[in-house]
């Protein structure tokens, strides 16, 4: 009989990217996909710890399957990534949910075909290395025929910005050579995809700890020339390591998305001190400033966290402030979390939750006010999208997104799915563009 797996993925694209190579190795032994909980024989939850409440949202979800476990014993239920890798985290876990089979972290993906082997025995196997995996170990897998693939270009984070856990869960930096990166891109490409985003904690430090002679900027260079690759989108930049040849490279490069997320965190010098960032509000600006004066049509998006400890009312002003004075297209927008381990958990002064709450709602109100007025003056311009499939919210509608990463829902026909076209933007609201095919371009 068929065996199904179900996957349901926490956390950043990162961790998206882990899900999809645990997807694809079971599915190498036999088990094909299911969009249905109740068909799988196979759960896999990958996991994240970035933030107390996706921590609780899992458990949540984790809880749930005990029930549909209990109907049908032979569910293999497996937990893996960055919340099952936080240190001593594990016994409190098993004993919180003894109907989980394999409890697995962030470097032993490679042994994930062994356990699953094992638990299909009936033994329960909890496996966490603290062994960094090498970057030459690791085997990237994805689903053959997709338009668009996350690619790890590097893993792990040496900064130790004072609330992150990252680099506690996910090791030192290390990045994979150039050459690997294009081999497993052209067959990416031969297999189907157009559009890969290269991923990274801080993709502007790449190779800096290896040693390679060469930089981020010289890979992106690479990747342009990759032939029947249409897009290359990259993320996350630390506003620190943020190069000027960076930005030529981006500027001058046919393929290369001009798109920078930039996580900003906080407005206030002395909260980015606190936090360990190494930038100045007023180099930041100074950062934006330059990107936008040699690529006036780029868009910026970033991270920004309410509430970090010791933040007084003038300091959060200076946050709202730079999100009045920077055109970010999005922002993602976070209540600080207190994570145990990092610096940030031991500092005095840490804010009252519902201090945290208001700073986050005004914080949203505004950049969705900002949001709206950028995708406004969209209107009436056309954007070159890469047609991805039906939306979501209307099957009878396609979607696509613009090389500065935004949401475009238009009316056309299935056969334009993985081809470059036209749009004229119509209307919009905070998220999407609405908007009409103007003519098909005519790569395709
Ligand atoms: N609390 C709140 N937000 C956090 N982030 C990372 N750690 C925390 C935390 N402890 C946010 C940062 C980062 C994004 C991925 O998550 O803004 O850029
Ligand atoms: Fe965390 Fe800072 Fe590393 Fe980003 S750069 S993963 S916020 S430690």
Redo the contacts with the bound molecule.
Sequence with gaps: MDKKVYTISYGCQMSERDSETLTAISTKLGYSRTEDLSQADLVIINTCCVRESAENKIIGKIGQLKKIKEKKPSLVIAVAGCMVQQPGILERLQKRAPHVDIWTGTFDHNKFEELLHASLCGRKIALISQREIDVSEVVPLAEKGKLHVNVNIMYG?N???AY?I??YVRGRERSRPKEVILDEVRSLVESGCREVTLLG??VNSYGKTDGFGYDFSDLLKAMDKVDGLFRVRFM?S?PKDLSDKLITTVAEGEHLCEHFHLPFQAGSNRVLQMMNRYYTREYYLERVHRILDEIPEARLTTDIIAGFPGETEEDFEQTLDLVRTVPFTQAFTFMYSKRSGTAAADFPDQIPLEIKKLRLQKLMGLQNTRSLAWRNEMVGHNCEILVEGPSKSNAELLTGRTRGNELVVFQGNEHLIGSLINVRIDSANSWTLFGRIEFPKERR
Excluded: K, L
């Design positions: 984070c900064n130790y910005c992150c990252v680099p904690q801080n996350t630390h």
